[in-house]
């Protein structure tokens, strides 16, 4: 079975310093791991993705995740994070038929 | 090109009403997905539809939810009749094609009150 842990619920940090929001997964099977953002009033939108070749994953809007397959885990990082960040994130498992199980979110909280 | 679209935002029904959710997916995407977030946890998977077939409902939590996607375009999810437990975000979603290359667009959710 998979399962997908996020450590932190909320996630407070000041504008413009860096940010690492954590992803552990559970799986005895090999898996699709992915990040998504849901801002206010708005549907899901897809950040990145690890399918497989190099452990390092850039997405958009400048965030970056490591698959780490020793500490099973997908960490999502950004170096300088702006107000526009704020969010909700959500790491996710996938297999084959985009059947995916989700963390239970990161709420980002970026303040001036 | 339009997003996939869910209907209504929101939603207050008492406990025993009925409620129908619907999605549209983005025109020409075969598979739909239902998901549910229930009170901030995980979001859940329900059901996933390929064209007008159920290929896998594993996630329905019981019979009092009914999902169809007659003619294979949009979907509806109905409650029949709701419990305080059904509350919570609908999310639907839809893919082109199956397999981990092919991109899921999500709805923006419809939140479901039962009171």
């Known amino acids: 079975a998979q399962s997908v842990t996020q450590l932190d619920s909320q996630v407070p940090v000041f504008e413009e310093a860096p940010v690492e929001l954590r992803c552990n997964y559970s799986s005895s099977v090999s898996v699709y791991l992915f990040w998504y953002v849901q801002y206010p009033n708005q549907g899901l939108q897809l950040l990145l993705k690890y399918l497989s070749g190099s452990t390092l994953v850039k997405g958009i809007n400048g965030f970056e995740a490591e698959f780490n397959k020793s500490q099973t885990s997908f960490h999502l990082r950004k170096p300088s994070v702006h107000i526009s960040d704020t969010a909700e994130y959500f790491c996710a498992s996938g297999g084959n038929f985009n059947k995916f199980y989700f963390g239970s979110g990161t709420k980002l909280n970026v303040k001036p | 090109e339009a997003g996939v679209t869910q209907f209504p935002s929101h939603s207050v029904i008492e406990k025993g009403q009925t409620v129908t959710l619907r999605c549209d997916p983005i025109s020409g995407h075969d598979n739909l997905y239902w998901y549910r977030r229930v009170m901030g946890k995980e979001i859940k998977f329900l059901l996933h539809f390929v064209k007008e077939s159920k290929q896998d409902e594993s996630g329905m939590p019981n019979n009092r939810f009914l999902a169809e996607r007659t003619g294979g375009t949009y979907s509806t999810l109905k409650v029949q009749p709701a419990e305080l437990e059904d509350s919570g975000v609908y999310f639907c979603?839809?893919?082109?094609?199956?397999?981990?290359?092919?991109?899921?667009?999500f709805g923006q959710g419809t939140r479901l009150t039962v009171v």
């Open positions: 979603a839809s893919t082109l094609t199956e397999g981990p290359n092919t991109e899921a667009f």
